[in-house]
């Protein structure tokens, strides 16, 4: 039981850490700094974990709901060459499944 209870304190003391070094999060009200961020939170996390943990909650939310902490861009899908695209287009048109006015619509959009 005291092993699952020492895994646990070191297990969200180490995300404690590595979390507020990612989205800089600070101890308290003055800016993330290398004596007021990850460190802190783990030395405090390590000594005094009952309270430190539910305060970094507590702290974390706030920073999300203020929207300091935002969402990890997503990357757009990767293009096909163009030369692709006109022949997709160019085979459509062959196949009969969109008409020549599709097609040049198509085909300009693409060339801009």
């Keep these: 039981m005291l092993e699952l ?9 180490i995300w404690m850490g590595y979390d507020s070094a990612q989205h800089k999060i600070a101890v308290d009200s003055k800016p993330y700094s290398a004596n007021n961020g990850a460190a ?9 974990w ?3 943990f539910p305060y970094y909650l507590v702290k974390r939310s706030r920073a999300v ?13 990767p293009a096909r060459p163009l030369s692709e695209e006109l022949a997709a287009l160019s085979d ?7 008409s020549e006015a599709d097609y040049e619509r198509a085909k300009s959009k693409l060339l801009k």
Aim: hydrophobic share 60%.
């Design 5 to 13: 209870m020492v895994a646990i304190v070191l297990g969200t003391t």
């Design 40 to 48: 802190a939170w783990v030395l405090s996390g390590i000594f005094l």
């Design 50 to 52: 009952i309270a430190t």
């Design 65 to 77: 709901s203020s929207g300091s902490i935002a969402a990890p861009p997503i990357a757009p899908a």
């Design 92 to 98: 459509l048109r062959a196949a009969g499944k969109i």
